[in-house]
């Protein structure tokens, strides 16, 4: 009985701690990634190395909705020679998301933009991370981003 009585507890003070492991929840965080894309591209028959520095905040006030800030910069150079630097764009935008502990969506407030940017969890190292391109308007290329945002 004692032995029956022991393998008891022993279950349910194990079980007490297994369920106590809390998901991450997103309410009132803040979170920054910096991301550099390097790429070469060809226009006119020149090939150019564009450079584009990329740090991102994004900002859970609730349960549903955020904002991110994007600050841009970067530069064009043809055989080690600078031809022009992108004048730095900041620009912060309002959204919406859902998120089931593991996995989510952004989606923007504006209703001209449709597309949404999913993001995933790391439990592993407490991180989101979103992978993004975006085309240049004026140039046409893309650039990719994988951005990893570490909370703040």
Known sequence: MKKLFLMTFV????IMFASCEK??????????????ASQQITQMGMTLDVNVDMNCTL?????????????LN???SMMGQELFSMPEQNETDSFTYTFDGKSGVLKST???????????????DKSINIDITEKDEESG????????FVQQ
Do not use: Q
């Open 11 to 14: 279950a349910c003070f194990a």
């Open 23 to 36: 998901d991450v929840e997103l309410n009132g965080t803040t979170w920054k990634a910096h991301e550099t």
């Open 59 to 71: 900002n859970f006030k609730d349960a549903t909705t955020g904002t991110i800030n994007i600050i």
């Open 74 to 76: 970067g530069s064009a």
């Open 110 to 124: 504006d209703p001209t933009e449709t597309e949404t940017i999913p993001f995933t969890y790391n439990k592993k």
């Open 141 to 148: 290329m893309d650039l990719s981003f994988h951005l990893h």
